[in-house]
T-cell receptor, first 115, second 116 residues
């Protein structure tokens, strides 16, 4: 089952504009991650924010996390046509797993950047 | 380039058949996870292997099984295929030390399985 909802499901903007995507989740988390997927292929890790962090930046990406509201947002500034992709948030919750933690994904936001 | 490769890229099977999907991880990545992604949905966790043993399982029936080998390769086997098994199957590996250890997963490009 999915962890939560992403909003909007689809977003279309002009090149150069900023794109904001939101993610909500249901359970307590260790960290929240954002991934990008081009044309239904593999996912690429973008950024990770830990549960004790409120904001994180990486290049043109800005992620915020509000654990009291169980929500996160991803902002892509100065968008480019190459940013066209699907974006997924994924949460990692406390478990007894050794090794890596399992990712629980949202439904994703399909972002289209128009030239 | 994540260093994770999956084969085959595409596969067509008929209902009731069995299928084996393969994944090759980066050297040093001791954890491999498999995900199923239906069209228009986010990936769903199938199971994870750590040091060649199953280390957690999602809400998938026993006809989904896996193996992990010492050479950082792994397999996903699905028996008695059903139409709803049609999906993109993603393999992801993770290092257990160094930057991103235990958190960031590196995905392959996936195998698209169609069950007719």
């Amino acid at each position: 089952s999915q962890q939560g909802e992403e909003d909007p499901q689809a977003l279309s903007i002009q090149e150069g504009e900023n794109a904001t995507m939101n993610c909500s989740y249901k359970t307590s988390i260790n960290n929240l991650q954002w991934y990008r997927q081009n044309s239904g292929r593999g996912l690429v890790h973008l950024i990770l924010i830990r549960s004790n962090e409120r904001e994180k930046h990486s290049g043109r990406l800005r992620v915020t996390l509000d654990t009291s509201k169980k929500s996160s947002s991803l902002l892509i500034t100065a968008s480019r046509a190459a940013d066209t992709a699907s974006y997924f948030c994924a949460t990692v919750s406390p478990t007894r797993f050794q090794g890596a933690q399992k990712l629980v994904f949202g439904q994703g936001t399909r972002l289209t950047i128009n030239p | 380039e994540t260093g994770v490769t999956q084969s085959p890229t595409h596969l067509i099977k008929t209902r009731g058949q069995q299928v084996t999907l393969r994944c090759s991880s980066q050297s040093g990545h001791n954890t491999v996870s498999w995900y199923q992604q239906a069209l228009g949905q986010g990936p769903q966790f199938i199971f994870q292997y750590y040091r060649e043993e199953e280390n957690g399982r999602g809400n998938f029936p026993p006809r989904f099984s896996g193996l992990q080998f010492p050479n950082y390769s792994s397999e996903l086997n699905v028996n008695a295929l059903e139409l709803d098994d049609s999906a993109l199957y993603l393999c992801a590996s993770s290092p257990t030390s160094g930057p991103g250890a235990k958190n960031i997963q590196y995905f392959g490009a996936g195998t698209r399985l169609s069950v007719l």
